[in-house]
């Protein structure tokens, strides 16, 4: 669903929220119906319900193929994950792309899954790049799946805020 939220704040709510081909095309041509708009000046991507959005090795594999992760990095007008709940694997990496990220405290957060095929050496210079070396390791080696909470405590700088709070905090860093 693509929503206008007025002075060029749009937003793409997913109602599937585990990464398939379908999800990946319709989120392109949100994303280009989006960077065609005169008006537009901020996306929100967002999940629905407790998931932001996950995947596994294949759904990870289809995103790079398809230039998912590329274009969300290169979109032209800044990119907020809302993520009101969990994001794994290839949902996270969705996010970690994203300009800016909004938490929730209580959803849980990962992208490492031996038993799902994600493995974390092939992002790790991705993950550094964003979240920096020492904070990437413990998120990818050493916790693969931590709360909103834990990861504050760890020194995550990212809006992190209880979950009836992450639309209100997220259309507040969207309209700044």
């Known amino acids: 669903e693509l929503l206008d939220h007025r002075n060029g704040v749009f937003e793409i709510r997913m109602m599937e929220t585990t990464l398939s081909d379908a999800v990946i095309e319709h989120l392109l041509r949100a994303m280009a119906a989006v960077g065609r708009a005169t008006t537009a ?22 995103a790079v193929e398809r230039k998912l992760y590329r274009a969300i990095a290169e979109f032209p007008y800044p990119v907020i994950a809302v993520m009101h709940g969990d994001a ?20 849980n957060y990962g ?14 210079a991705v993950f550094e790049e964003r979240f920096g070396r020492t904070l ?41």
């Open 41 to 62: 000046k901020v996306l929100m991507i967002r999940g629905s319900g407790n998931r932001f959005l996950t995947g596994a090795r294949e759904a990870h594999h289809r």
């Open 88 to 107: 794994t694997g290839a949902g996270f990496m969705v996010a970690a792309v994203c300009d800016f990220i909004v938490c929730s405290e209580t959803a």
């Open 111 to 124: 992208f490492s899954d031996a038993a799902a095929g994600l493995l974390p050496a092939p992002v790790q």
């Open 136 to 176: 990437a390791a413990d998120f990818l080696y050493f916790t693969p799946m931590s709360t909103g909470e834990a990861l504050r405590r760890k020194g995550w700088t990212c809006p992190i805020v209880p979950p009836e709070q992450v639309d209100s905090e997220a259309l507040s860093l969207a309209n700044s």
